[in-house]
Structures are given as C-alpha cells and as structure tokens.
C-alpha cells in the first residue's frame, strides 16, 4: 500500500480491512485517542453489522497497528466508524496527535 488506499478482503468467517488513518483525540475523561473509518470500509462494516454487533452498534475487532496486536470495538460515530487506540498502544507505537497510520481490522476473528 502507498498509504493512501484502502483494502477490504474476505477470508471464510472473517472479514479482513486495512487503511490508512489520522490519529485523533475525543475529549474525555478516557485515555483513547481515535483514526475513523473511511467511508468505503464503513459500507462493508454496515453490511455485517447485524451479524456481528454485539448491541448498540458497536463492533469487536482485532487490530493491527504496526507491532501492536489487541481487540476492541469499533464504536459508531457520525454515520461511520471510529477505531478507539488506548494510549499503551499509541505509546508503544511512538504515535502522536496527527499521525498517520496504518489499521489492519480483522472482523469475526
């Protein structure tokens, strides 16, 4: 990937996405900074949702961002998606406010 594109593949029982996103932070009492999902993989996630939710439309995933490897949710924001990053994983990562980095999802892991 150049860092601009997006991909969105399948494999039986999961469905796999990376893209590129911007590191962002949401104000909160929380220590989770956020990269949105862009729009093309949030028509993929739309279309699982109802298989895959877990209630109010929040979505577990397993994320890759670089070296750091953990689960969460992908939480609905705006008609889209965002990915929460917990700062153990920025940190690690060395990642600052306005970065941009890479996501690999793997839904129904």
Known sequence: MTGDESKVGMIPGEMLLEFPGELYSWRGP???????????ECVALREVSPIVSYGWGVIPVRVRIGE????????????????????VVRNAEGLVLGDTVIVELTVGS
Do not use: A, R
């Not at 929380?30 to 093309?40: A, G, L, N």
């Open 68 to 87: 750091s490897v953990f689960d969460t949710s992908l939480f609905p924001k705006d008609g889209g998606y965002v990915v929460p990053i917990k700062d």
């Open 30 to 40: 929380s220590p989770y900074h956020f990269v949105k999902v862009p729009e093309e």
